[in-house]
């Protein structure tokens, strides 16, 4: 079963740094998909480069709402082709085994992969409101649920996901994106948006009870250098550890 991924990035010299010392190399069929208004004069002519910007559709007037504006290009201009996708951060380091314990699961017929195990009972997932409220207070508008409320019905022992890094089978993706299609513009003009999206993937399979859910941990490592300065990290994390990202 194939396997495409898609990498998020904003800066063309992250790209050509990544295709120069050949960082993803264990993985099928990948594209880079650039996001943002920055030059892209030294990739705008490769074919494994996706500038979202030149897309028929695309969102990329809300920055904030991070890489969901990739993911929305992908699904809006039907851009991928496989039964499951790879959708990761530029900023992520993988085991040298990643691939190998991703597709065992794969092809397992597994619906969706997530790496960094989180509990959804936990405060910072839907109860700190600057992260969550917006898309708290949609799902609700919109789905008639409160999904803090739905929570507290799961089983204590529940795990799902956090970040944007996902592996999800192409029907899991397609519905999450009409999951979250009506919730868009509620979402998009909170600062930090891109927090809200992050958390709605696991919400989507929690609430919808998507099966066959999986975390896999201890292969992908999230550096979370705050591109678009949302979490108040300080940015010479990208100067000191950019280098981190080719040690594997």
Request: aromatic letters at 14%.
């Amino acid at each position: 079963m194939e396997i495409q991924t898609f990498i998020f990035v904003h800066d063309q010299n992250i790209i050509l740094d990544f295709k120069q010392k050949d960082k993803f190399k264990s993985l099928e069929n990948l594209k880079y998909v650039f996001l943002g208004s920055r030059d892209t004069d030294k990739i705008k002519n490769m074919e494994d480069v996706i500038i979202c910007r030149e897309l028929e559709h695309n969102i990329e007037d809300y920055p904030n709402l991070t890489s969901f504006s990739g993911w929305y290009a992908l699904w809006k201009n039907k851009l991928y082709k496989t039964g499951h996708l790879n959708l990761f951060e530029y900023d992520v380091n993988l085991s040298t085994d990643f691939f190998k314990k991703l597709k065992s699961k794969v092809l397992k017929n597994i619906n969706v992969v997530g790496y960094i195990p989180f509990i959804p009972f936990d405060y910072n997932y839907l109860g700190h409101k600057p992260w969550s409220q917006e898309l708290v207070s949609s799902v609700e508008k919109n789905y008639k649920i409160n999904p803090i409320e739905f929570l507290n019905t799961l089983d204590k022992k529940t795990m799902c996901s956090m970040t944007s890094n996902h592996t999800l089978k192409s029907e899991v993706f397609e519905g999450y994106m009409n999951w979250m299609s009506p919730m868009i513009d509620d979402i998009k003009v909170s600062y930090y948006s891109g927090h809200q999206m992050e958390r709605s993937i696991s919400l989507y399979y929690l609430l919808n009870k998507i099966e066959k859910v999986e975390i896999l941990t201890d292969v992908l490592q999230h550096f979370q250098f705050d591109s678009h300065k949302t979490q108040g990290i300080d940015q010479n994390k990208f100067i000191n550890q950019y280098k981190n990202l080719f040690n594997e």
